[in-house]
């Protein structure tokens, strides 16, 4: 069975470890080529974007995928979008791996941005030290919010244009553990949060350590889910490949 993997996460990561010795499946996974040095994948890989929706589904045909499975990152929404009108043109199978979202605990004080700038505005007329980890697409909203001092946290450094004024930068890739969070929250001396309702384990660290702190934290609400299939975890994708599999007609039987 050929798989096609759209990748850039912890679960893409995940599904290519489990299906790079299993001889039933020939499986390639796809990066955008966003980061410099792309942690190393277990299959081959590809990089770079397809050329929309038409693009994906031309790869789809050539390369004759039996089965699409989108692990990009919940906020990738346009990737989704291209996955899920790629695999309706071409009539493949699709499954989207969307990481369920992280849920308000009692003790948390959260502050909802439906979008950046909303989460810009909310930091407020006074300036502030603030730890946003947001990646680097989105800074032109705080750019326009200079006032406050920013710690940006980023796999890469942005382009030093794109940063707001004075702005500090950490090149650091996840998974982050609660009690390093809480160093670099004290010792930065932050005030306020800023994140992306990403989901998961490895960047949760952070909530943690801003709940024990009692600090605030901007949360920007996801794109709507997605309308294909979709499961919440790696293990839960490879079983529906599994599934499929046995499904599909044998060739040559
Ligand atoms: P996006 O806005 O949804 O996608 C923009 C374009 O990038 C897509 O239209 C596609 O170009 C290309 N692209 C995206 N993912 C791709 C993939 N896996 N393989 C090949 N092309 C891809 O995506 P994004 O938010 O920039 O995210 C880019 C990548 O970073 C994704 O793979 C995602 O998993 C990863 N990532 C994103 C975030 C985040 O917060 N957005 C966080 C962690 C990791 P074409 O239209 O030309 O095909």
Redesign the pocket.
């Given at each position: 069975m050929n798989l096609l993997?759209?990748?850039?996460?912890t679960e893409?990561s995940a599904i290519a470890r489990a299906l790079a010795h299993d001889a039933r499946f020939k499986a390639t996974?796809?990066?955008?080529?966003?980061?410099r040095q792309p942690a190393p994948q277990p299959l081959p890989c590809?990089?770079?974007?397809?050329?929309?929706?038409e693009?994906?589904g031309g790869h789809l045909t050539t390369h004759r995928i039996d089965a699409l499975i989108?692990?990009?990152?919940?906020?990738?929404?346009?990737?989704?979008?291209?996955a899920e009108n790629a695999a309706r043109l071409t009539g493949t199978r699709l499954l989207v791996v969307w990481r369920p979202p992280w849920r308000k605990q009692p003790a948390d004080n959260w502050i909802d941005a439906p979008d950046m700038e909303a989460a810009a505005e909310a930091l407020g007329p006074a300036p502030r030290r603030v730890l946003l980890t947001?990646?680097q697409?989105d800074l032109a909203a705080f750019a326009a919010a200079p006032w406050h001092h920013y710690v940006l946290r980023s796999?890469d450094p942005p382009a030093p244009d794109a940063l707001p004024p004075r702005a500090e930068v950490i090149a650091a890739r996840g998974p982050f553990a609660e009690a390093a969070e809480r160093d670099l929250l004290i010792t930065r001396r932050i005030e306020i949060l800023v994140t992306?309702n990403?989901g998961g384990g490895a960047t949760e660290g952070k909530l943690a350590a801003a709940r024990a702190l009692g600090l605030p934290v901007v949360m920007v609400a996801r794109p709507p889910a997605p309308q294909a299939e979709t499961v919440a975890t790696a293990d839960e994708a490879l079983a529906w490949v599994e599934r499929l599999y046995h499904a599909q007609p044998r060739r040559g039987a």
């Open positions: 993997i759209l990748g850039g996460t893409a996974i796809s990066l955008a080529g966003r980061t590809r990089v770079g974007g397809f050329g929309g929706a693009g994906l989108d692990a990009t990152h919940p906020f990738a929404a346009r990737m989704t979008r291209n947001i990646g697409k796999v992306k990403s």
